[in-house]
């Protein structure tokens, strides 16, 4: 039997798992996560190899509705990654409303209309199973199939890893016969200067309140290595306005010198080695809402 390998898309609104549901078909960490919806920005590819196929799953951010220059780029970056995939998977939560009703979202059935017009396997992921009783779950597969003839559907707990594996063998199934494109213990085709920079970005979600997570960005000004065995890392936090600087760098400097702390232990781990990193907090008006200045912060 010859092997099967090709490019499966994880979209869907945000804040229904896609990030975590990469890190669990993985089984190792990629994506960054919390639990701010629009976390991911960028197109985050994660290989899955196994005896008989080849996985590149590529993690996507959130569809939605909201204006400005970087949601644009985060939309664009979604619809371009399904548009040239072998198969997609649709994320969406198992949510029912009262009394078990169960509705869909208008944003999921604008999503899947989409999908209903790319000409790919359309698989279905129903995430977050662990949030609803088990007899709901039979009523939810058959509302959402009048939306879309998917080709599979598949309830899941990314979370818990409840029904990863089976998703998985499903999947093979709807991919083409292919050679492997990776090599066997390639995780990932993202530089560690990108995944670092994410890595610090993954902090100020968890750290800093409300929406100033929004309006930072992270950019990788040096990486030296040197003879002592550690690696010299200078990371900028970009922010819009001098007020969220200085919330960003906090009384006494405490804040980022925690956010420094836990972004560093994230990137020894990815690197298998010592890290001395260094942050730095400039102010960078507007960023979000212009295109010349995403380009000039890596979102292009």
């Given at each position: ?69 970087l949601h644009r780029y985060m939309n664009n970056v979604a619809r371009e990654a399904f548009a040239q995939s072998d198969a997609i998977m649709l994320l969406a939560e198992a949510e029912v409303g009262p009394e078990g009703r169960v509705t869909i979202s208008d944003l999921d059935r604008q999503i899947a209309a989409e999908l209903g017009q790319v000409g790919r396997p359309v698989l279905l992921v129903l ?174």
């Amino acid at each position: 039997m010859s092997d099967r390998c090709g490019f499966v898309a994880l979209v869907g609104r945000p804040n229904v798992g896609k990030s975590t549901l990469l890190n669990a078909l993985l089984g190792e960490k990629l994506a960054i996560t919390s639990p701010r919806p629009q976390t991911t920005r960028n197109r985050i590819p994660g290989i899955l190899t196994r005896q008989d196929a080849q996985i590149i799953f590529i993690d996507t951010p959130g569809i939605h509705n909201a204006k400005g220059a970087l949601h644009r780029y985060m939309n664009n970056v979604a619809r371009e990654a399904f548009a040239q995939s072998d198969a997609i998977m649709l994320l969406a939560e198992a949510e029912v409303g009262p009394e078990g009703r169960v509705t869909i979202s208008d944003l999921d059935r604008q999503i899947a209309a989409e999908l209903g017009q790319v000409g790919r396997p359309v698989l279905l992921v129903l995430n977050k199973i662990d949030r609803i009783e088990k007899p709901l779950i039979l009523p939810l597969i058959d509302t959402w199939r009048t939306l879309l003839d998917f080709c599979e559907i598949v309830p899941v707990s990314a979370l818990k890893r409840d029904g990863v594996e089976y998703l998985v063998d499903t999947l093979v199934a709807h991919l083409p016969e292919s050679d492997r494109l990776y090599g066997e213990d390639e995780l990932t085709e993202l530089p560690a200067r990108f995944l670092a920079a994410e890595l610090v970005r993954e902090r100020l979600f968890h750290e800093l309140d409300q929406e100033l997570p929004y309006a930072t960005a992270v950019t990788i000004e040096s990486w030296r290595q040197r003879g002592d065995g550690l690696t010299y890392i200078d990371a900028v936090i970009h922010v819009e306005r001098d007020s969220q600087k200085g919330i960003v760098i906090g009384k006494g400097g405490a804040m980022l010198k925690r956010i420094g702390t836990e972004a560093r232990q994230g990137i020894e781990s990815l690197l298998g080695g010592p890290v001395h990193l260094k942050l730095f907090v400039r102010v960078e008006a507007r960023w979000t809402d212009t295109d010349v200045a995403l380009r000039k912060l890596g979102y292009e």
